[in-house]
């Protein structure tokens, strides 16, 4: 595994993180988690100018075709930035999904105004496993006289309410294949219910009852879709690795910074034994995370064998080191660290809104335990 960035991708990286500090400044995920602001459009539009947006998908398009480390290096920008931005749910996952699953006629009505930054999509796939249903999905597609109909509800969706379309997960009645469907959080029989968390600012429990379809608003019926759902939110997971160790990082250095400001008995308390043990801990284990969350993108690009099992490496390290990384800048910081008035906190949220997608770190520490 190559350990430096190309010049190019050191460009884009540094590229990145002269928007994110100019245009996502603290003030604005603080708004955003206290207040209940929307992203501004107008910033999602920006970075879709950039290319940003379009990075995972093909030229034809409209995309970069960009190899995954590019696309890891703009992650981990998110992650030390605190990112505000749907990124990880819309582009990496929702849009992904329609690039593998969908027709060429739905790859060229959808994947366009994404890139473009005019369409914003939330992936609905988490919901309680109902006893003899299809799969034990609780949402279920219909096929009737009418058309298609969809009943059942999921639980949290993060920024339903902001997204154009709600890519969902069903089962459907008659056959029990499970198939992915567009809907508009406004349509008819779409109800959305905001759900309180001090990780994520913008969750929803969404319930449709008889909810009508248009049939080329199915992304496809596939006999693996659980399992190629499943890969595109591992995928996800990986390059959220990326994201929790730029997260973790910019911890660091808040801890650092105030370390070298901050005087008792007449020093720096960096100069003291004790907090230089914290931050030594604590960089060393950002350092592992980080080279965790590029081989787990890097093997799974290459589609090489046990990719599967470094990126559950690289979810549980990293995540478990952005916790951590907060916490351990939390006691550096002292009582200010735990005033709402010190950004330190929206990465502390920030971390466990990551360590918390995508299933949950504990489904990845099981998946390592049978592996052993």
């Given amino acids: 595994m190559e350990l430096d960035f190309t010049p ?4 884009i990286k540094d590229a990145v993180r002269r928007f994110l500090s100019r245009e996502c ?14 992203l501004p459009r107008d910033i999602w539009r920006r970075m879709a100018n950039l290319g940003w947006l379009g990075l995972p998908f093909a030229e034809s398009h409209g995309g970069a075709g960009s190899d995954w480390v590019t696309l890891a290096a703009l992650l981990e920008e998110l992650g030390w930035a605190c990112d505000p931005t749907p990124f990880a749910d819309c582009v990496l996952t929702c849009g992904w999904l329609i690039q593998d699953l969908g027709s060429e006629a739905q790859q060229q009505r959808w994947l366009p105004p994404l890139i473009e930054g005019e369409l914003m999509l939330s992936l609905a796939s988490h919901e309680e496993a109902v006893p003899g249903r299809p799969q034990g999905q609780a949402t279920v597609l219909r096929e009737t006289a009418g058309g298609l109909r969809l009943d059942g509800r999921k639980y949290f969706v993060a920024n339903a309410a902001e997204s154009d379309f709600l890519l969902v997960s069903a089962a459907l009645a008659d056959t029990g294949e499970t198939c992915l469907a567009l809907i508009a959080p406004r349509a ?10 001090l990780a994520h600012p913008d969750l929803y429990e969404i319930r449709f009852l008889d909810v009508s379809l248009a049939p080329e608003q199915l992304l496809g019926r596939h006999a693996d879709l659980p399992a190629r ?4 939110q591992e995928r996800t997971a990986a390059f959220q690795s990326a994201t929790a160790v730029g997260g973790a990082r910019r911890v660091l250095e808040m801890a650092l910074d105030h370390a070298r400001e901050r005087v008792q008995f007449g020093k720096p308390i960096g100069s003291f034994q004790a907090v230089q ?7 060393s284990e950002v350092e592992t ?7 787990a993108i890097t093997c799974l690009e290459a589609g090489l064998p ?5 990126v559950a490496i690289a979810k549980c390290a990293s995540n478990d080191t952005f916790v951590r990384t907060c916490f351990t800048a939390h006691q550096v910081l002292g009582g200010m660290g735990y005033m709402w008035e010190t950004d330190l906190h929206l990465w502390t949220r920030k971390a466990k809104e990551i360590e918390l997608a995508q299933g949950g770190i504990y489904a990845y520490r099981q998946r390592l335990a049978a592996s052993l």
């Fill in 8 to 11: 190019e991708q050191q460009q």
């Fill in 188 to 197: 008819a029989g779409v109800e959305l219910v905001r759900l309180h968390s």
């Fill in 277 to 283: 043990h914290l931050l030594a801990n604590a960089w």
């Fill in 25 to 38: 400044p603290p003030g604005l995920v603080r708004r955003m988690r206290e207040d209940g602001a929307a």
């Fill in 306 to 310: 046990g990719a599967s099992d470094k």
């Fill in 229 to 232: 759902l499943a890969a595109a």
């Fill in 289 to 295: 995370a980080w080279l965790a969350a590029y081989e």
